[in-house]
């Protein structure tokens, strides 16, 4: 009997996890669902997650496979999941896939969202989802701004301090920023990510919104390459990953499966 891999698709609210990286001396996400997947394969099971998010910050989309040689339908392991798994962690959807796709490295195309409460006094509701700004930030000039990320640019300027990456050229597809009533929402599309950029791109933008740094902040920083030029690193709490793709043309999902 060959392996199955199983491709989920989850979401999760980070906000009492270290990360989806387990790591010996904190609670991470992929800790618990490993624990609860190898409950029911009665088996120690390694589950390998599409994008590393850090402590604080939550998903919407996040994806990750392993491979089975349980009966188990593909269909049931949301159902056998979610009834073990603490109520922040919820398995959307699962989708037996091509033992060629990696969670990860097949990954094409990943969109991150970034949440801003935009009111004198922060609202309750949102306030483990949104970075609290008190000042007004003016989202119009912060979207004209952001249009200087998109294309393949060197961003060695937005990646923090403890970045791996081999290279730090990356694909933006589409930025915007918009407003409703007291909520400023960056959503920001690209074929991969530095280390803590998105949050970088988010305190730059809010710096740009309060005027406290020029528009053309971005283009400056990535033609000088200085993170000196940018603003601070966003609260994790706003950012959440919305979504990740993979291409449907690379044998990726089986032609009787559905794509997750």
């Known amino acids: 009997m060959n392996a199955r891999r199983i491709l989920l698709?989850?979401?999760?609210?980070?906000?009492?996890?270290?990360?989806?990286?387990?790591?010996?001396?904190?609670?991470?996400?992929?800790?618990?669902?490993?624990?609860?997947?190898?409950?029911?394969?009665?088996?120690?099971?390694?589950?390998?997650?599409?994008?590393r998010?850090?402590?604080?910050?939550?998903?919407?989309?996040?994806?990750?496979?392993?491979?089975?040689?349980?009966?188990?339908?593909?269909?049931?392991?949301?159902?056998?999941l979610n009834a073990l798994l603490p109520s922040d962690i919820r398995v959307n959807k699962a989708a037996q896939v091509a033992d060629t796709l990696h969670a990860r490295f097949s990954a094409r195309r990943k969109e991150y969202r970034y949440l801003?409460?935009?009111?004198?006094?922060?609202?309750?509701?949102?306030?483990?989802f949104a970075a609290h700004v008190p000042l007004h930030l003016d989202a119009e000039k912060m979207h004209q701004s952001a249009q200087n990320l998109v294309g393949a640019h060197d961003f060695a300027a937005f990646e923090a301090s403890?970045?791996?990456?081999?290279?730090?050229?990356?694909?933006?597809?589409?930025?915007?920023?918009?407003?409703?009533?007291?909520?400023?929402?960056?959503?920001?599309?690209?074929?991969?990510f530095l280390y803590n950029m998105v949050r970088i791109i988010a305190g730059t933008l809010i710096q740009i919104g309060q005027e406290k740094l020029p528009p053309d902040a971005f283009s400056q920083a990535i033609a000088h390459k200085d993170r000196l030029l940018l603003g601070p690193t966003a609260p994790a709490k706003g950012l959440t990953l919305y979504s990740i793709d993979y291409e449907e043309g690379d044998n990726a999902y089986p032609t009787h499966s559905k794509r997750p």
């Open 9 to 51: 698709t989850l979401s999760y609210d980070g906000t009492e996890y270290a990360g989806w990286q387990y790591q010996e001396n904190a609670l991470s996400v992929q800790e618990k669902v490993e624990e609860i997947l190898s409950a029911i394969e009665k088996t120690p099971m390694r589950i390998v997650g599409a994008s």
């Open 53 to 80: 998010t850090d402590a604080g910050v939550h998903a919407q989309g996040q994806r990750a496979h392993f491979d089975t040689f349980s009966r188990i339908p593909t269909d049931k392991y949301p159902f056998a």
């Open 116 to 128: 801003i409460d935009n009111r004198r006094h922060a609202n309750a509701l949102t306030q483990r």
């Open 162 to 192: 403890g970045g791996t990456a081999k290279t730090t050229v990356r694909t933006i597809e589409s930025v915007s920023v918009k407003r409703e009533n007291n909520l400023v929402e960056l959503r920001i599309t690209g074929n991969a």
